[in-house]
């Protein structure tokens, strides 16, 4: 097991477990020197010697502003990395099967599905985007991490996934998730009327 697994659940014993994909991905990282303790927290960044910061899996993410820890709400998220410099989160989500999806939880407030499982989320990462922000989806990347940075974690998932990565991933849109926000934060409406609706089909391309 992971190190950061053991940091997440240490953090949140209510938790039922990591996707094995996850904790596959941080153990591979964290064998390569990727894993460090900060002032924050464990974080593992995946993009070494990268010029840009790029988002970073970390143990110590909090859902304040979001959720109370006593809340029902509160026990379905489980935030495992920071998607941009601003604050905005990347969190594990148990839908109403306890299926683990992959949430953006954006500063402003805003939350969409961004990947159906632990996997997907793998192949997010390892497209290049500086800042896995909802605005920065639905095209390639414009400033994307060097190939070099890349490569430690994308070589992996194209191994373990037998998969070519895609040059790009899929604009998010309101899905159920952010109806499922928008009810546990008492909001009427959405937190953004110029948000088309979106499935929640993740397409990911498949190895030739």
């Given at each position: 097991m992971s190190t950061m697994t053991n940091q997440l659940l240490a953090l949140r014993p209510d938790w039922p477990g990591i996707p094995i994909e996850l904790d596959r991905a941080w153990s591979h990282l964290e064998e390569l020197g990727l894993g460090t303790m900060s002032t924050t927290g464990y974080i593992i960044d995946p993009y070494p010697d990268s010029d840009a910061a790029g988002p970073y899996f970390s143990a110590n993410l909090s859902l304040e502003g979001w959720f109370h820890e006593d809340s029902v709400a509160y026990t379905r998220v489980l935030p495992i990395a920071e998607a941009a410099g601003e604050g905005s989160l990347i969190a594990l989500w148990l839908d109403d099967e306890k299926n683990a999806r992959v949430i953006l939880l954006e500063s402003e407030g805003s939350g969409f599905l961004i990947a159906n499982d632990a996997s997907e989320l793998l192949v997010l990462f390892s497209i290049?985007?500086?800042?896995?922000?909802?605005?920065?989806?639905?095209?390639?990347?414009?400033?994307?991490?060097?190939?070099?940075?890349?490569?430690?974690?994308?070589?992996?998932?194209?191994?373990?996934?037998?998969?070519?990565?895609?040059?790009?991933?899929?604009?998010?849109?309101?899905?159920?998730?952010?109806?499922?926000?928008?009810?546990?934060?008492?909001?009427?409406?959405?937190?953004?009327?110029?948000?088309?609706?979106?499935?929640?089909?993740?397409?990911?391309?498949?190895?030739?």
């Open positions: 290049g985007y500086a800042e896995l922000l909802s605005h920065n989806l639905g095209s390639s990347p414009i400033e994307p991490i060097s190939p070099e940075a890349l490569e430690p974690l994308r070589s992996w998932v194209e191994s373990e996934f037998a998969m070519t990565i895609p040059d790009s991933w899929p604009a998010p849109g309101r899905d159920e998730f952010s109806a499922w926000l928008d009810r546990e934060l008492g909001r009427e409406e959405p937190i953004s009327e110029d948000v088309p609706d979106s499935s929640t089909e993740m397409p990911i391309n498949e190895a030739p």
